[in-house]
């Protein structure tokens, strides 16, 4: 308590005291960053980025109480604050310069929010932990015997459910202990169509005898809310009879359409789960019984295999906490994709006297679990993965699943050998186990930072968005008029550069030219669309128009730094903030107006189309007509080209095909020295890949997922977005995803190396 007590800061509260008043100034800057029109001086710490020099200077700019000084001290120490950026907890780290002593914890926050993004999370459980007391940050272990002394007959006990948290066991068993036998006093009731009359009866029948009713998954009976909410306010009138026996059990999935009533008047209760590829695997193995392990005739390759096969299943569940890294869609698998792969497993082994490997992988990966992936690139994945447990290999006691060596299938043993084993293996585990490399621990870190920041903005007032003394009119109604000042008008096809749009002699027009004309289409209505609503909500600012819904939606995201939702409903794929995308839009603005004056450019900047398909087979069929080929008989080649790293670089347009610039490598880097594809470098996502020249060749094959694999390339998918997911279309393959791309490997490596590691190309990174 004495350290604690010297590390507190005036503003702060002191230990077991109240926690001090964040001002709203400080807590506008945390939330939303910083502003579309800043501005920031000159680079003077070569070690940052662009983007954090930039928040950092808004950050002293805007909080001068506290970190006046604070860029000039970061210049003369940039080693230190480097190292104290770099290090595992900054939050926790003493800061150079003696700056802990000028701040408060909770402006150290946003410091560290500032330089390491992926450590807010962590840096905000410890600032709570700091604040509020390490019982704000550790969910409490409860069970019902606990909770069940605070309900009472006119509040219902409402469980939050969670992916792989069934409370139905734990209630059944509490009810039992209590006397409420299930189907005698205990009654369930599992909601959906036509559910609704037999709940209502339920619940009245139980309210008069004082018997307990649980209605399971309130989400999926939409139609049925205003029912349960009327009913809810009944019970807890005090006029309305009900025995005090009587319990009102409710499970429900976080559901927008859950009455608010229901959830204020109710006692809420969520059992998550534990996380991780032990914890799952725990699971599997405590629900094989006896007879089933022990009941092949084969038990050696059974047992081995089974335990791969829990393996496999723990991953596959497990992978999807690194969003589009593990999957472009999260996959629901459960327990039944395992008990009947465990069933298939035991089938071909008794039938068979030689595993058949190959129609165990088909039979397991394409079917029992294949049966749920929607998405070509998820299913290559889902077999990659398979590929590493189901092998001959594994029938070796010496075969591990990671280089490391700490996953792998035990001996043949008792039932119980292996869930001793189970115990041993770590909590949480590194992504090598998934196959990805470290830097995949970052994204999810980051991902897990916009999600809270995103929830927390959810629920402000508006109140809380002034800044320096301004109303958050006065603020909105600047950023609109700037944006709108800075908005040219829509492009005209009148300015095209001569012979752009003539016809061949055949009368058509030249394929390319069509993809232009269409792109400035999408491009013209998108800025009419911009400049509509910003002339609109100008309006309603001052009153002289109605605030419609869509406007007050828009005043809101311009607040939060985000892009309105009526312009993403006319506009291409984009994660950026609004600050961003103006930027970005701009971008894409001058790159068609420049094709449109100037003709057809060197190089193409593919991120600059709404609709990169389409000039995918505008290229193709250029080339068809060129050369009287069929269209469905090519394809294209790849070449990266050496020392061709943006258009500018690029002299001269190629006889055949296109020049492509402005990608991005996910997850991994082109080694611009061997001239293939690598692993990131750490602490680097996303990287520049040089102009890639796309080259129409005759000889076309089936999408790369079915085509014999060239063992030195990977066929790596081209996204819009770093999403990746998208609308399924009729192919398989998702609206985000463009093309695949071939690009050589590292030797020593194969294509399901760099299928595992989640490397994508992107269109746009998210900033």
């Known amino acids: ?83 104290w950026a770099e290090s595992d907890s900054p939050f926790q780290e003493p800061m150079p310069g003696g700056w802990d002593d000028k701040l408060t914890y909770f ?152 009455p608010v009533l229901v959830l204020q008047n109710g006692i809420k209760l969520t059992n998550e789960p534990p996380k991780g590829v032990r914890a799952n695997m725990k699971r599997t193995f405590n629900d094989i019984q006896e007879d089933v392990w022990e009941g092949c005739s084969k038990p050696q390759p059974y047992k081995k295999l089974v335990f791969a096969l829990s393996t496999f299943h723990a991953i596959i569940q497990e992978r999807r906490k690194f969003g589009p890294l593990g999957w472009n869609i999260r996959y629901e698998f459960n327990a039944s994709d395992i008990e009947c792969s465990m069933l298939t497993l035991k089938m071909f082994l008794e039938e068979q006297d030689e595993i058949p490997w190959a129609a165990l992988v088909y039979v397991t990966g394409q079917i029992n679990y294949g049966g749920r992936v929607t998405d070509d690139l998820d299913r290559r994945c889902l077999m990659s993965i398979l590929k590493r447990y189901y092998l001959p290999d594994i029938l070796d006691d010496s075969y591990r699943f990671t280089p490391s060596g700490t996953y792998y299938a035990p001996p043949e043993g008792d039932l119980f050998s292996f869930r001793d084993y189970l115990e041993q293996l770590p909590l949480t585990e590194a992504p090598e186990v998934f196959g990805m490399h470290p830097n995949a621990n970052i994204t999810f870190q980051l991902q897990e930072t916009r999600k809270m920041m995103d929830t927390i903005l959810s629920i402000q007032p508006r109140a809380t968005s002034a800044e320096g003394g301004k109303s958050p009119d006065e603020i909105v109604a600047a950023l609109a008029a700037e944006i709108e000042s800075n908005i040219a008008p829509p492009l005209d096809l009148d300015d095209a550069c001569p012979g752009l749009f003539d016809r061949t002699a055949s009368g058509q027009l030249k394929s390319l030219s069509v993809v232009l004309g269409q792109e400035i289409e999408r491009f013209n209505k998108l800025t009419r669309r911009v400049l509509s609503s910003l002339k609109e909500l100008q309006k309603a600012i001052k009153g002289i128009v109605v605030m419609t819904g869509e406007l007050e939606q828009m005043y809101t995201d311009f607040l939060n730094n985000k892009v309105p939702g009526l312009w ?183 294509s399901d190396f760099w299928v595992l590691q989640g490397v994508a190309l992107l269109c746009a990174t998210n900033d």
């Open 568 to 750: 993403e409903k006319v506009a291409y794929p984009s994660l950026k903030p609004l600050g961003g995308w103006i930027v970005d839009y701009h971008r894409r603005i001058d790159f068609m107006r420049t094709w449109l004056t100037k003709g057809n450019p060197k190089s193409y900047w593919l991120s600059g189309f709404f609709f990169p398909q389409g000039f995918m087979t505008g290229v193709l069929q250029e080339h068809a007509r060129k050369y009287q080929q069929p269209i469905d008989a090519l394809n294209f080649n790849f070449q990266v080209l050496e020392g061709k790293e943006v258009a500018e670089d690029i002299t001269e347009a190629p006889e055949d095909g296109v020049l492509i610039d402005g990608l991005y490598v996910d997850n991994a880097r082109w080694n611009r020295e061997m001239k293939y594809l690598d692993e990131s470098d750490p602490g680097v996502m996303i990287s520049n890949l040089p102009v890639v020249h796309f080259v129409p060749v005759m000889g076309y094959y089936p999408p790369p997922l079915l085509a014999p694999a060239d063992p030195k390339e990977y066929q790596c998918p081209l996204y819009k977005t770093s999403v990746r997911a998208g609308i399924l279309s009729t192919t398989g393959q998702s609206t985000n995803f463009v093309i695949c791309v071939g690009l050589p490997i590292r030797p020593g490596t194969d």
């Open 107 to 258: 402006i150290k926050l946003a410091v560290v929010k500032v330089f390491k993004e992926d450590k807010a999370v962590a840096s905000a459980q410890q600032y709570i932990g700091a604040e509020l007391g390490k019982a704000f940050t550790e969910a409490p272990p409860w069970t019902l015997d606990d909770v069940f002394p605070d309900t009472n007959s006119r509040v219902p006990i409402i469980f939050i459910l969670s992916t792989g948290a069934d409370p139905t066991a734990m209630l059944q068993r509490f009810a039992t202990k209590m006397g409420w036998v299930p189907g005698e006093r205990l009654h369930f009731c599992s909601l959906g169509q036509g559910q609704g009359p037999i709940a209502e009866e339920m619940v009245s029948k139980a309210q008069d005898n004082g018997d307990w009713v649980c209605l399971q998954n309130c989400h999926v009976a939409s139609s049925w809310m205003l029912s349960l909410e009327a009913m809810v306010n009944n019970m807890s009138q005090d006029y309305n009879p009900v025995h005090d026996d009587f319990r009102l059990w409710l499970t429900s999935m976080p559901a927008a359409i859950f």
């Open 1 to 83: 308590e004495e350290d604690e007590d010297e590390d507190a800061k005036p503003e702060d509260a002191a230990p077991g005291e109240s926690p001090a008043v964040i001002e709203a100034r400080e807590w506008n800057v945390f939330l939303r960053g910083t502003p579309l029109n800043y501005e920031a001086p000159a680079k003077t710490v070569e070690w940052l980025t662009d983007a954090v020099w930039r928040n950092v200077c808004y950050l002293e700019t805007d909080l001068p109480n506290y970190l006046t000084g604070f860029t000039a001290d970061m210049a003369a120490k940039s080693a230190e604050f480097e190292a």
